[in-house]
């Protein structure tokens, strides 16, 4: 299964339709639904960390937009956020980006992209996992 993760950026330029970068985030979601139809499995995850720092409140109505994207939570439960501050010791990275290398650690046998403004700070939260991380 692919699994695209979404970053603080890609989730602003999702949610905000004059944002620079909102026409490549929905490309890359395109992509998504057309694996989707040839029966590929694909799915879109946001880590919870992520949706705070950028400010997506799903039950807002300024939300309904980027709602009506199929968008999957990953939640900061116990486990990971545990996992997530083994990540910001190590690394020094944001708490959004510590989740969202804890989330990619529990996608066992999936094929990971992450939509990013930062590519490094993915590779290295992801490591030792290998990720694609474009950069948007």
């Known amino acids: 299964m ?10 602003r ?8 970068k909102h026409r490549v985030v929905v490309a890359h979601l395109a992509g998504v ?22 400010g997506w409140d799903r039950s807002v ?4 937009a980027i709602n009506r994207y199929r968008v999957v939570d990953a939640a900061l439960d116990g486990p990971t956020a545990n996992h997530a501050a083994g990540i910001v010791n190590r690394t020094g990275v944001s708490v959004a980006d510590a ?3 804890a989330v990619i650690d529990t996608l066992t046998g999936d094929e990971i992209v992450v939509l990013t403004s ?19």
């Open 13 to 20: 330029a999702l949610a905000d339709a004059t944002h620079p």
């Open 33 to 54: 639904v057309v694996r989707r139809r040839k029966a590929t499995p694909a799915r879109v995850v946001v880590a919870t960390a992520v949706r705070v720092e950028a």
């Open 99 to 101: 989740h969202t290398g």
């Open 2 to 11: 692919r699994t695209v993760l979404l970053d603080n950026e890609a989730v």
């Open 61 to 64: 109505p300024d939300a309904a």
């Open 118 to 136: 930062d590519p490094d700070d993915m590779v290295r939260v992801s490591t030792p996992r290998p990720i694609t991380a474009v950069r948007i």
